[in-house]
């Protein structure tokens, strides 16, 4: 079955394009203006690319030209082509995250030297000991709270 699609034919280094018809059946794209035959091409002797919205690019043999067809769905549809090129879409967030996280990981090294792991460890203390593990700053702030937490806990109560 043959597919008729009317539209302008932009051909290149000139300004206004010409009303033809590209006519597909089966394997096979003819090209004409009005009466005329400008061509016939059998698949794989011609391409067609979107170009722009509306507007496809034809590789007929050698030549390039731009087609504007009346109605660019049904000719991107029969010609399984998408209706307009695809978009330059932004990351989404979780890809702009995931790229940070490997930018992150790319600046830490792969490779640590002993002896930093070594001068970056603490000794442990034994626990046990009274070695000033909490300093007495410390250890009167934690009295103190807990003097004004029992407070306030008899306050609730209705002791005080």
Same mark, same amino acid.
């Given at each position: 079955m043959?597919?008729v699609?009317r !539209? *302008?034919? /932009? @051909?290149?280094?000139?300004?206004d #394009?010409?009303?033809?018809d590209?006519?597909?059946?089966?394997? %096979?794209? =003819?090209?004409?203006? !009005? *009466?005329? /035959? @400008?061509?016939?091409?059998?698949d #794989?002797?011609?391409r067609?690319?979107?170009?722009r919205a509306? %507007?496809? =690019?034809l590789?007929?043999g050698g030549?390039?030209?731009?087609?504007k067809?009346?109605?660019p769905?049904?000719?991107?549809?029969?010609?399984?082509?998408?209706?307009q090129?695809?978009?330059?879409?932004?990351?989404?967030?979780?890809?702009?995250k995931a790229?940070?996280?490997?930018?992150?990981?790319?600046?830490?090294?792969?490779?640590v030297?002993e002896?930093?792991?070594?001068?970056?460890?603490?000794?442990?203390?034994?626990?046990?000991?009274?070695d000033?593990?909490?300093?007495?700053?410390?250890?009167?702030?934690i009295?103190?709270?807990?003097?004004?937490v029992?407070?306030?806990a008899?306050?609730?109560?209705?002791?005080?």
């Amino acid at each position: 079955m043959t597919q008729v699609f009317r !539209g *302008d034919l /932009l @051909l290149p280094g000139e300004d206004d #394009g010409l009303v033809a018809d590209v006519k597909v059946d089966g394997d %096979e794209l =003819r090209l004409e203006t !009005g *009466d005329e /035959l @400008l061509g016939v091409w059998r698949d #794989g002797e011609y391409r067609v690319d979107v170009e722009r919205a509306g %507007e496809f =690019r034809l590789a007929l043999g050698g030549e390039q030209v731009v087609f504007k067809p009346e109605s660019p769905s049904s000719f991107a549809a029969a010609m399984a082509v998408p209706l307009q090129p695809p978009t330059e879409s932004k990351p989404t967030r979780a890809e702009r995250k995931a790229g940070r996280r490997q930018e992150r990981a790319a600046a830490v090294p792969d490779v640590v030297e002993e002896y930093d792991l070594i001068a970056q460890v603490r000794p442990v203390r034994d626990l046990t000991t009274d070695d000033d593990f909490i300093s007495p700053a410390l250890m009167r702030t934690i009295v103190v709270l807990s003097a004004v937490v029992v407070t306030v806990a008899l306050v609730v109560i209705g002791f005080v």
